[in-house]
């Protein structure tokens, strides 16, 4: 059975449509098959893999998915259903959103608006960092082991798992990174950053993963979510490390931030905030070198250097 006769049959199994009228492949994903079933009850986007960690990753990005729309509706594509474990492969169904990319100065500062909106409108009182299962940030498998300790949960949780998949690769990756993790109280420890108050991120906010809503309002969209609660500045990461996002983002959100009046989300300490943004950047070239190898390794050892 073809992989859409495969899905087709899927939908129709799940009372979603009685018939599947047309079948588009989609571009942009370099993981996943990515297309939209046109059917009799609407369109349904749907990403499949046949990789044995595949239901894992759609698990997760499925409750990341309702979470943003939780504390952001319409923010993200709208879960339908993911696969579960047994089947020869796994998928995700969601609303079909068809989507334009836009980089024009209101977009991006609607985008900033939004994502603020979010970090602010999802705190969680328990003051754990993680999340409720592992997530996915490409293939690699994310500890999401709830933590306490902001400084602890980044080198454990982040930092230390891929030095140790990469060990023995490149001298200046395993010297830098370790001693980055030896010293990581200095710029994430509470003495340095205060009180870090967990927000739900994106997580993998790269320029392909958002656009915007291609009739109506134009709004923002973000999608492809590797999530979990962090420290907001954290997301700042992965879009500094491709950019594609404009200072009017920026700007925008620490406006929205600002004016929040009500939310529990304070600001972090403006003192090291190169510094901090730079070590969540590292950790994105360090997960892309222990993915693909190549100039990432470089990339991460440049990072390091201009702090370390």
């Known amino acids: 059975m073809s992989r859409s006769d495969f899905i087709s049959f899927e939908l129709q199994r799940l ?3 009685k018939k599947v009228n047309k079948v588009k492949t989609l571009s942009g994903g370099c993981i996943s098959q990515a297309a939209c ?7 349904y986007f749907i990403k499949s893999n ?3 960690n595949a239901s894992a990753w759609f698990t997760a990005e499925f409750l990341a998915l309702n979470r943003i729309n939780e504390a952001v509706p319409g923010f993200a594509p709208k879960p339908i259903h993911h696969s579960t474990q047994g089947q020869e492969m796994s998928y995700i169904v969601t609303d079909y959103i068809p989507m334009g990319n836009s980089s024009k100065s209101d977009a991006q500062k609607e985008l900033g608006r939004l994502l603020s909106t979010l970090h602010a409108s999802s705190i969680i009182e328990q003051n754990h960092f993680g999340f409720d299962i592992p997530s996915w940030c490409g293939t690699t498998e994310l500890d999401n082991t709830w933590s306490s300790n902001w400084a602890h949960f980044w080198k454990c949780q982040r930092l230390e798992p891929l030095l140790k998949q990469v060990k023995g690769q490149n001298e200046d990756v395993d010297r ?3 001693l980055l993790c030896s010293h990581i109280e200095h710029w994430l420890g509470e003495d340095a950053i205060g009180h870090v108050k967990p927000s739900l991120l994106h997580g993998d906010l790269w320029y392909n ?3 915007v809503y291609a ?4 709004q923002p ?3 492809d979510p590797a999530s979990y609660y962090g420290h907001y500045e954290a997301e700042f990461g992965i879009m500094n490390m491709f950019g594609g996002f404009t200072q009017d983002c920026f700007d925008s959100y620490y406006e929205t931030l600002s004016n929040q009046a009500a939310s529990s989300l304070e600001i972090t300490t403006s003192e090291c905030k190169e510094d901090r943004i730079m070590i969540y950047e590292s950790y994105h070239h360090l997960n892309h070198y222990a993915m693909f190898g ?3 390794g470089s990339s991460f050892v440049n990072l390091l250097e201009n702090i370390l």
């Open 50 to 52: 046949s990789n044995h």
């Open 15 to 17: 009372n979603l449509c």
């Open 37 to 43: 079933y046109s059917t009799d009850k609407g369109d």
């Open 209 to 211: 993963n958002w656009a």
């Open 215 to 218: 009739t109506g309002s134009h």
């Open 176 to 178: 830098l990174g370790n």
């Open 294 to 296: 190549g100039g990432y």
């Open 221 to 223: 969209i973000i999608f």
